[in-house]
C-alpha cells in the first residue's frame, strides 16, 4: 500500500497509540515501540500519529520518548505527530520529542468549535 501510495506521488501514513490499546480498542504500541517502529519502516511509512488512549498512567516524558527513539533507529525518516490533547502541555517540552503535536482535545466540523480551539490556543502565539 506504501509502494502504491508513493508510486502517486503521495506520503503514507499510520495511526497508532502511546497505550496498550488505540482509542478504538485495537492493541497500542506501549512495550512494543522498538517491534512496531521496525514495522513502519519496513513498510515504509512516512507519517505516525501517535495517541494517547490507554496509557496506562504512565507519564508522556517516558512513553512518547520510547516511540521516538524506535523510530530514529530505524533510520527511515517519519514524521512523528504526539496526540495527548495538551493534557501535558507539550509545547512546553515535545519539541524535542516529535515533529508535531496536539494542543487540544478534538476538532469538530463547528465554527463554534474552531474558534473554541483558536482561543484555546491563544496564550501560545509569540
Not at 525518516?77 to 509545547?91: N, R
Amino acid at each position: 500500500l506504501a509502494d502504491y501510495a508513493h508510486s502517486k506521488g503521495l506520503l503514507f501514513g499510520l495511526y497508532s497509540d502511546a497505550g496498550s490499546e488505540t482509542c478504538a480498542g485495537r492493541n497500542g504500541s506501549l512495550g512494543f515501540e522498538k517491534q512496531d517502529a521496525a514495522s513502519y519502516a519496513s513498510w515504509g511509512v512516512d507519517y505516525l500519529k501517535y495517541d494517547n488512549c490507554h496509557n496506562e498512567s504512565i507519564d508522556p516524558h517516558t512513553r512518547y520518548p520510547a516511540m521516538r527513539d524506535a523510530l530514529n533507529a530505524t533510520g527511515r525518516p517519519i514524521f512523528f505527530s504526539m496526540c495527548e490533547w495538551g493534557v501535558d502541555g507539550p509545547w512546553k517540552w515535545a519539541k524535542d520529542v516529535g515533529n508535531s503535536w496536539r494542543t487540544t482535545d478534538d476538532i469538530h466540523n463547528t465554527w463554534e468549535r474552531v474558534m473554541e480551539v483558536l482561543e484555546l490556543n491563544a496564550d501560545l502565539w509569540p
